[in-house]
């Protein structure tokens, strides 16, 4: 197996951990390239759900080595906490051996997650929807390089110094903006003791993934959120602040982009949470009757997702901006019952239609749908595509045919063997 890529094609949620955790049982390395705590992976194992936000979902297999790249943004005080929960469940988790941390992966602080809340509530009814927790001022001061990076934790006069220079920076409009602001001395001591736990993890990652790539070991790049939260290819300013996208997966691993195989990742109808425009959007009954029969629900905050159509001009957008031929389909056996509709155009406010993603008034554009018959069987039991009823066989065939994606793989369930293997 070539390095795999495994990316969501809209807006997060597709089903990404369960995909990972399949994959990974073939995988030497995992490697998280983007994002930072916001994200949540789902996975269902036989001893229970598990939810996780930084670690790579490859956590579960003890085969694998887990990397934490240098495009990810690390809270160390969520990532203590994460690796303590996991260690009560009962997973192995080791730091230096089974989980690697980028010396380069920029840093959270509490100060950037007061700076995300504050900035949020400015926006009043412009907001993005972001989940507070400091991860895109946390972007912000990596581009302004003022930046602290993992490394620093390790280095104590060179994180006050850094310490001392975000805080001039920041801490005269924290307090015209009534926020308290960073006491250097404590935070540089709560940093230092996060340091010394993580230390025997933090390492440079890049040399150690390329070593893998030239030895020849199977590695799969997590991605986090969705293409369409890319920063620069997704629907701004709704997006997320780092580059979800696979573009996102070299700068932020240190790999090289060769011998990439891309998978999209997408669910059977569309989902977003938070604000933003999603042209498929069922704003009625049937809205609520698929959140519900989805459980769609946000594993990181709870919040509800927005349901919708599956929407085939926003998926090729993804696929082309991405390099995905291919497509894993989630969640089909959701849509049990349920009418089947595929967007395959939009219409313009000004009457034309296209199917091509367009940059501005995303929010305008009507969905061109055609309906195609449902079907009311369970599909959690079938494991091959012919014994699926004909239906389904044929939403799916209606896809591939709309998307120009090939569908091999269909998620039936959210456990490890729902799935189905063209
Ligand atoms: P991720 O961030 O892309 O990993 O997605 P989430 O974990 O937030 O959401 C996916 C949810 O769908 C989780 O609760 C999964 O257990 C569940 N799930 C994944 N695949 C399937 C599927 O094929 N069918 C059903 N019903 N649920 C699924």
Redesign the pocket.
């Known amino acids: 197996m070539p390095t795999t890529c495994v990316v969501?094609i809209l807006w997060?949620?597709?089903?990404?951990?369960?995909?990972?955790d399949y994959l990974a049982a073939d995988t030497d390395y995992v490697v998280r390239f983007g994002g930072g705590h916001n994200?949540?992976?789902?996975?269902?194992l036989s001893s229970g759900?598990l939810?996780l936000h930084l670690v790579p979902?490859g956590i579960v297999h003890s085969h694998t080595t887990n990397v934490i790249g240098n495009g990810v943004v690390v809270d160390p005080i969520h990532l203590c906490s994460e690796i303590d929960k996991l260690r009560l469940r009962g997973l192995d988790v080791q730091l230096g051996k089974n989980l690697l941390l980028s010396e380069r992966a920029h840093v959270i602080l509490e100060a950037h997650r007061r700076q995300d809340q504050w900035a949020e509530a400015l926006r009043g009814s412009g907001k993005i929807g972001t989940t507070g927790r400091g991860i895109g001022p946390a972007y912000s001061d990596r581009c302004s390089r003022v930046g602290l990076r993992l490394g620093d934790l390790l280095r104590p006069a060179r994180l006050r110094s850094a310490l001392e220079g975000l805080a001039a920076q920041k801490n005269a409009w924290f307090v015209a903006a009534g926020l308290a602001p960073i006491d250097v001395e404590a935070v540089g001591a709560e940093l230092i003791a996060a340091g010394d736990r993580l230390r025997p993890g933090i390492v440079d990652t890049g040399a150690v993934l390329r070593r893998a790539h030239a030895a020849g070991k199977r590695i799969l790049l997590e991605g986090?959120?969705?293409c369409l939260l890319d920063l620069e290819q997704g629907t701004y300013p709704f997006v997320t602040s780092s580059h979800a996208s696979t573009g996102g997966a070299f700068s932020g691993t240190g790999l090289p982009p060769h011998l990439l195989r891309v998978v999209g990742?997408a669910?059977?109808y569309a989902t977003r949470v938070g604000e933003g425009p999603f042209p498929t959007e069922l704003k009625d009954d049937l809205g609520n009757r698929l959140r519900i029969a989805?459980?769609?629900f946000?594993?990181?905050t709870g919040r509800p997702r927005r349901c919708g159509w599956f929407d085939t001009v926003a998926v090729r957008y993804s696929g082309a901006i991405s390099g995905a031929g291919e497509l894993v389909l989630?969640?089909?056996?959701?849509l049990r019952g349920f009418p089947l509709k595929l967007c395959i155009a939009y219409k313009l406010p000004d009457g034309t239609t296209t199917t091509e993603l367009p940059a501005f008034d995303l929010d305008l554009v009507q969905p061109q749908l055609i309906e195609l018959p449902g079907f009311d069987d369970d599909l959690?039991q079938v494991r091959r595509f012919e014994d699926l009823p004909k239906n389904a066989q044929a939403y799916v065939q209606a896809i591939e045919q709309h998307t120009g994606m090939s569908i091999r793989t269909?998620?039936?369930?959210?456990?490890r063997q729902?799935?189905i293997l063209r």
């Open positions: 969501g997060g949620d597709e089903g990404k951990g369960k995909v990972i994200a949540g992976h789902t996975l269902v759900k939810v979902s986090a959120q969705g990742i669910k059977a989805g459980n769609e946000g594993s990181t989630t969640n089909l056996d959701v959690r269909v998620s039936v369930g959210p456990e729902q799935v």
